[in-house]
């Protein structure tokens, strides 16, 4: 079966070292999200992509960068961690080019900035 | 400034018919109104997404009058492990026409025994 999956699951980091989470997914979606989710903020969107070599900057985007080689992956670099940055972060993909549509999620990654 | 808006909570008890409202001003005319599940530890769940009047699946129906300020996600006959967070999701375009994506912060539903 397709899948989302992300790596790892839970990290703690100290700040200022840069951090890349992965997100691989198997569905041939050309369309990829990362998301981080924090209590009072509900989902907010970082980085999207709409297909290889194609990155675009979300609402949070500050801080953080992606790169987008092949169709499968999409990994979230953090360049210089910082304790803002502690929070889940979601990869999704979807097969149309806005996200508001139906999107496949990961499982999360847990990033502990310390 | 646009948004969404959902009751923070919600309670109910199993085998009743659970309605969830979701309020979205100035919400485009091209955009869907999206619903997603979250259980604890994990990503958020597709459950089901409308334009306009009445959508049903499996799952949910969902409800959307005429002038699509709000949607309404109704549950049929909850059980025990309907209990997650419910997110409604549409696409807003801002006073710059630029169109940007807003997750409400979501329900949490309790179903108890």
């Known amino acids: 079966d397709a899948e989302i999956t992300q790596s790892p699951r839970h990290k703690i980091t100290e700040t200022g070292r840069q951090v890349t989470l992965a997100c691989h997914q198997t569905?041939?979606?050309?369309?990829m999200f990362w998301y981080r989710q924090d209590l009072g903020h509900g989902l907010r969107l970082i980085h999207y992509s709409y297909g290889v070599h194609d990155t675009n900057k979300g609402e949070v985007s500050d801080g953080y960068s992606v790169s987008r080689s092949n169709t499968e992956d999409l990994p979230l670099t953090l360049e210089s961690a910082a304790s803002s940055q502690t929070s889940v972060y979601f990869c999704?993909?979807?097969?149309?080019?806005?996200?508001?549509?139906?999107?496949?999620f990961g499982q999360g990654t847990r990033l502990t900035v310390v | 400034l646009a948004k969404t808006t959902q009751p923070i909570s919600m309670d109910s008890y199993e085998g009743q018919e659970v309605n969830i409202t979701c309020s979205h001003n100035?919400?485009?005319?091209?955009?869907?109104i999206t619903w997603y599940q979250q259980f604890p530890s994990q990503g958020p769940r597709f459950i089901i997404q409308?334009?306009?009047?009445?959508v049903t699946n499996e799952v949910a129906s969902l409800f959307i009058p005429a002038d699509r300020k709000s949607s309404t996600l109704s549950l049929p006959r909850v059980s025990l492990s309907d209990t997650a967070v419910y997110y409604c999701l549409v696409g807003f375009h801002n006073a710059g026409n630029n169109r940007k994506l807003i997750w409400g912060l979501g329900t949490s539903l309790a179903v108890n025994p």
């Open positions: 100035n919400i485009a005319t091209n955009d869907y």
């Open positions: 409308g334009y306009k009047t009445k």
């Open positions: 569905w041939n979606h050309n369309n």
């Open positions: 999704a993909s979807s097969p149309t080019m806005t996200e508001n549509t139906e999107a496949f």
